[in-house]
């Protein structure tokens, strides 16, 4: 499997759609906003990336569920373990692209992961608790994946949630799936990141990201369902509730995707340090020397496995 990763706005979806038409592969998406349905400029779908030649290239675990519905990692584990096997059975190679980063390392480290149903007698209990109460109770039960758990009140819920449910339900985790991955990162220095950043939300906000909320609201979302998905959600969310002005709604969007960038990166780096090789691409590359790169890696690694492992082309790599 190839996996193209790296944060927000670097061009990772561009880079896979050409990758797969290379490689006769069909893309996996590891974007935990881009499951949802109508949630488009928003989340940074671009449909126009994944056309190659006139030709659309296949992608999985987009537009999958409906906005308002809580979609969890484990389900994202175990839909990409289906859509993985699918692709395989075509014989065609399976291309993971995404930025989130626990979506990522759930797959690449094998994450032992429960489905927690909502309890909702341990929810009215936790609503009377503060922030506070609840981010210590949280660290007092486990480490959570992500650091955005304890930035809102109803993830910091739902991870205890999971917690309590795990800690009272140990061993029912699904089998991990056997593969080698080939992870690819698409590197930009952070003064060009951020230059980009910006560049990329101004387009959207000229496409109508705006009306986008907008309509999300009529649809019967309430602005609290909507700001759960952060980010553009948040802000736009209360920029068209009057809660703030466009242009404090602007600067402090920009902000917030400046530092999401950061923390992406921190993420991959640590994915790093745990064991994930990640072969960094420059980013100020041409697209073309950017498929070069990962096609000749790609068969290199094949042609060794190849040579050292017998006739079974496995990627020298990962050990899950």
């Excluded at 608790?129 to 486990?142: C, G, H, I, T």
């Amino acid at each position: 499997m190839i996996v193209i990763l790296g944060p927000t706005a670097t061009g990772k979806t561009r880079l896979a759609a050409l990758v797969a038409a290379k490689l006769e592969g069909e893309i996996i998406s590891a974007d935990s906003r881009q499951v949802y349905r109508g949630m488009d400029q928003g989340t940074g779908k671009d449909y126009d990336d994944y056309v190659v030649d006139g030709v659309k290239i296949p992608y999985h675990l987009v537009d999958i569920v409906d906005p308002g519905y809580e979609y969890s990692v484990f389900e994202f584990k175990r839909d990409f373990a289906v859509v993985y096997s699918e692709i395989i059975s075509r014989n065609k190679m399976p291309v993971l692209c995404g930025g989130t980063g626990l979506y990522l390392d759930a797959v690449l480290s094998g994450y032992e992961l429960t489905n927690v149903p909502v309890n909702e007698k341990l929810r009215a209990e936790l609503n009377q608790k503060s922030p506070d109460e609840l981010n210590q109770l949280l660290l007092n039960l486990k480490l959570p994946h992500n650091t955005t758990d304890l930035t809102s009140r109803e993830r910091t819920m739902r991870a205890i949630e999971i917690a309590l449910y795990e800690r009272q339900n140990p061993g029912q985790h699904p089998a991990n799936i056997k593969f080698d991955p080939l992870v690819f990162g698409i590197h930009f220095e952070r003064p060009e990141i951020r230059k980009r950043i910006t560049e990329r939300l101004q387009k959207r906000l000229e496409l109508g990201m705006t009306t986008e909320v907008e309509q999300l609201l009529k649809s019967g979302l309430k602005p609290e369902q909507l700001m759960f998905y952060g980010l553009e959600y948040k802000y736009l969310t209360l920029f068209v509730t009057g809660k703030i002005s466009r242009d404090e709604m602007f600067s402090q969007l920009n902000t917030a995707i400046h530092q999401f960038a950061k923390r992406q990166m921190t993420w991959f780096r640590r994915m790093e340090k745990r064991g994930t090789k990640i072969h960094w691409i420059d980013g100020n590359l041409g697209m073309e020397e950017k498929v070069a790169r990962v096609e000749a890696e790609s068969r290199e690694q094949r042609a060794e496995c190849i040579e050292h492992k017998g006739l079974k082309p496995r990627i020298k790599k990962a050990h899950y």
